[in-house]
Each structure stands twice: as C-alpha cells, then as structure tokens.
C-alpha cells in the first residue's frame, strides 16, 4: 500500500539559511500534518492542513511556514535556521477522523 | 494543554518474555492510539482504541481503553528482538476544521535481550 513520502530524507544547512521540506500524503487522504520530533523526544505538532486550508496550527515558530497545494502535496518552508532547529522532522496523512499515517521523516541538521 | 504520561520509561526484556506498558490522562480522549517507531523513521501504527472498555488484538499485541477514557495499557506477549523500539500512546484533540492535534506521550524504550 502506497504511504506518506518525504523528501530529502536528509538535509545539512547552515544557520539562517532556508530549507523546504516535501510531503506527499497517501492518495486519497484529506488532511496533512507536520510534527518535529526533536533528539529523545515526542513528536510535536506543527500544522494541519485539511482539503489545501490551514485547518490547526501548534507550536510552528513564525519562521516557519506551510501550504498545502492542489495535487494535495504538502511542503514545510523554513527560514532564518537555527541549531535548535535541528530535528526530525515528520509528515502525516489520514482521510476524515481516522489515525494519522507517518512518511519516515526528514533529518534536518543545521551546523 | 493535554498530557499523557507513559510508563515506563524504559524497559529491558529477555527475548520470551511479556511486556507491559501503559498510559495516563488527565483529560479524556475518545481515541487511543499506539504507535511503535523504529530509530530514524516514523511512528507506525499499531493499534487504534475508540471506545471504553475496548479491547483490542494486534497479533501478539494487545491493547486496552480504559473504562474512564483516561488510560490506555498495551502489552506485547512472548517479546522478539524486532520488537526493539519506541512506544509512543497518543490521543486526538479534535480542532473542528477537518483535522485534530496529535498528542503524544513521552514513549516507552524497549530493549529485547536475545
């Protein structure tokens, strides 16, 4: 069965450089989330987008910004980099109310 | 906001044995779900709870909701090397806009000696 797929799988920045992070949902699946999991920790919630309209929005820095597009593909711009930026950082996708399905993330490492 | 305390922190476990994990809530949910993540990818789901009382079998996985809504335990019986991971219990926080918050609980580490 197809799942969530994210892209790079990793990625090395400098500080206050910018990274993009891709997030292609199962097909069919109406909602994206974003979630950063930081070293030994839980992930976090970010945003949601439900049917390409920011629908929920956690603790995503002002740096931070996210949209979902037509074909339903997500992507996670962040500026100004920090170290503490440095993650894990995860998409998920689920239809309705139904248990979110996670890609395997993407690595961030901000030097 | 909500939180979910999960216990233990860790485990170590000799290959054969059972295992037992669990979680607590101040809050009620009216989902539970757990989630299993290997080191480097993203969480899998491994079993989802929605109504009190519920219990609910995953092959050797085990998981129950508990009857205020506000725990949930899962065990894994007769432990194999794969099952090494992070356990993470996790409850929805409906927003209304289509979609809900995640929160997780802080996971449960579990080491499987062969």
């Known amino acids: 069965a197809a799942g969530v797929i994210q892209s790079p799988r990793h990625l090395i920045k400098e500080k206050r450089e910018t990274a993009t992070l891709k997030c292609y949902p199962i097909p069919r699946h109406d909602t994206v989330y974003w979630y950063q999991q930081g070293p030994g920790q839980d992930p976090q919630f970010l945003i949601s987008f439900y049917e390409k309209m920011q629908s929920d929005k956690g603790s995503i820095p002002d740096r931070f910004s996210a949209q979902q597009f037509s074909d339903y593909h997500s992507e996670l711009n962040m500026s100004s980099l920090e170290l503490g930026d440095s993650a894990l950082y995860f998409c998920?996708?689920?239809?309705?109310?139904?248990?979110?399905?996670f890609g395997n993330g993407t690595r961030l490492t901000v030097t | 906001g909500q939180q979910l305390n999960q216990s233990p922190q860790s485990m170590f476990i000799q290959e054969g044995e059972d295992v037992s994990m669990n979680c607590t809530s101040s809050s009620i949910f009216n989902t539970w779900l757990w989630y299993k993540q290997d080191p480097g990818e993203g969480p899998v789901l491994l079993i989802a709870?929605?109504?009190?009382?519920e219990l609910t079998s995953n092959g050797r996985l085990t998981a129950q909701f508990g009857i205020t809504r506000k725990d949930s335990f899962l065990n894994i019986s007769a432990s194999i090397p794969s099952d090494v991971g992070i356990y993470f219990c996790a409850g929805p926080s409906y927003s209304g806009a289509g979609s809900y918050q995640l929160t997780f609980g802080k996971g449960t580490k579990l080491s499987v000696i062969p």
């Open positions: 709870l929605y109504k009190a009382g």
């Open positions: 998920a996708s689920s239809l309705g109310g139904s248990p979110l399905h």
